[in-house]
């Protein structure tokens, strides 16, 4: 596995500990749809959240939301309509994006709700 990927399962491993640390039951990890994939979808007070994962190390200039970009928020809706609709599920349904940058030996995480929304 290449170095990007190997971080990229760091990132998601560390958006899964931040996720459950704030009260959030995970309930899917890298769910596939097609040619989606959602990295994590979790639970928490009555709200679903598909939640795409961005690692980044602090040498990437680029804004982390910006990289998510229409092509794929469609791709995770479908993904997340799939899922909800398979599951008979009647739940309130989010999307969030959890950026982790690396920052030397340390990583900050930084989480949007609500990053975009579905038409």
Same mark, same amino acid.
Do not use: P
């Given at each position: 596995?290449? %170095?990007?990927?190997? =971080?990229? %399962? #760091?990132?998601?491993?560390?958006?899964?500990?931040?996720?459950?640390?704030?009260?959030?039951?995970?309930? +899917?990890?890298?769910?596939?749809?097609?040619?989606?994939?959602? /990295?994590?979808? *979790? #639970?928490?007070?009555?709200?679903?959240?598909?939640?795409? !994962? %961005? &690692?980044? &190390? &602090?040498?990437?200039? #680029?804004?982390? *939301?910006?990289? !998510?970009?229409? @092509?794929?928020?469609?791709?995770?809706? @479908? *993904? *997340?309509?799939?899922?909800?609709? &398979?599951?008979?599920? /009647?739940?309130? !349904?989010?999307?969030?994006?959890?950026?982790?940058?690396?920052?030397?030996?340390?990583?900050?995480? /930084? +989480?949007?709700?609500?990053? =975009?929304? +579905?038409?």
């Amino acid at each position: 596995m290449g %170095k990007h990927n190997e =971080f990229g %399962k #760091q990132g998601e491993k560390l958006a899964e500990a931040y996720l459950i640390k704030n009260g959030y039951r995970i309930v +899917h990890k890298n769910y596939r749809y097609l040619k989606a994939e959602i /990295d994590i979808i *979790a #639970q928490k007070d009555g709200i679903l959240a598909v939640v795409e !994962v %961005k &690692s980044r &190390s &602090s040498e990437y200039w #680029q804004d982390i *939301a910006d990289t !998510v970009t229409e @092509k794929k928020i469609k791709l995770i809706v @479908k *993904a *997340a309509d799939q899922y909800v609709v &398979s599951r008979d599920l /009647d739940i309130e !349904v989010r999307f969030d994006i959890i950026a982790i940058l690396k920052e030397g030996t340390k990583f900050k995480i /930084d +989480h949007w709700e609500n990053a =975009f929304y +579905h038409f």
